[in-house]
């Protein structure tokens, strides 16, 4: 899933220098939208079966997703009533999933994603100047932020593995 997270943030930030505000407004909610299955498919390839994953917290997955997609009416309202908060809004969206990830695979990324992407994201858009140059800040730097995730999930699918066969190399 963190693949598809940096795919997706990184096009979105791409998105952000060639379109319009608004066009890119309604072009980056697609985008994040595209985000899942994306993952669903990179999941093969990456040979990374996320929703396939045994863990006792399974249950609290789908839960999370939905938990974390309230703030979807709001976001979605903000380009109307109050455009120069959508890049904070959409910048901060799909972070509160990261608790529920680190917690059901017991991994302390989904923490140090949250622990970067919130204080990141709310101290670019404070030092951004224009909603359009907040927008690219923003959302390449969530792109960085999962690419970090992936790494940290590398290193630690890595150690678990050794851990499994027993050696420490």
Known sequence: MPVAGAIAWAAISIASTQLSYGTWVFASCF?????????MLLQGITRSPF???????????APGILVANLHWPITF????NAPELFPLAF??????????????YASKIGWLHLALRV????????????????????????????????IGFSIEVAGRRRKALGTTA
């Open 31 to 39: 985008g994040l939208g595209m985000l899942f299955p994306l993952a």
């Open 51 to 61: 929703m396939k994953t045994k863990s006792p917290l399974n249950g609290v997955l």
């Open 77 to 80: 309202a903000l380009p109307n």
């Open 91 to 104: 910048g901060l969206s799909t972070a509160p999933i990261w608790a529920v990830v680190g917690w059901q």
């Open 119 to 150: 204080p990141g994201v709310v101290a670019l858009n404070a030092i951004a100047h224009g909603m359009q140059t907040a927008g690219t800040w923003i959302t390449a730097y969530v792109a960085g932020v999962y690419v970090v995730s992936v």
